[in-house]
């Protein structure tokens, strides 16, 4: 069993800066795969960037050479940074854990970008 706590979202102008963490707890959490995924009103949810346990990386198109992601598997950790935010990048972000039998999901915290 893993549970996962998200950080709490917030307000950003377009063009700000947020970061997310996710704090993992659980038998085995290094050997997940670890994520982030987000959803807009109206959207399906979507993969926004995740990291390996063997360190390799995946974003999104709509992201790359923005957000960062990163994990600290000796914390039992996982963030996002977030630069240049849009408008479009407005939404409920979700921490991803999975492997090849299961799948956590956190709480969802949301990011809201607005001037």
């Known amino acids: 069993q893993v549970q996962l706590v998200e950080s709490e979202g917030g307000l950003v102008r377009p063009g700000g800066s947020l970061r997310l963490s996710c704090a993992g707890s659980g038998r085995a959490f290094s050997m997940y795969t670890m994520g982030w995924y987000r959803q807009a009103p109206g959207k399906q949810r979507e993969l926004v960037a995740e990291?390996?346990?063997?360190?390799?990386?995946k974003y999104a198109d709509s992201v790359k050479g923005r957000f960062t992601i990163s994990r600290d598997s000796a914390k039992n950790t996982v963030d996002l940074r977030m630069n240049s935010l849009k408008p479009e990048d407005m939404a409920v972000y979700y921490c991803?854990?999975?492997?090849?039998?299961?799948?956590?999901w956190g709480q969802g915290t949301q990011v809201t970008v607005s001037s």
């Open positions: 990291i390996r346990s063997s360190g390799s990386i």
């Open positions: 991803n854990a999975a492997n090849s039998w299961f799948t956590y």
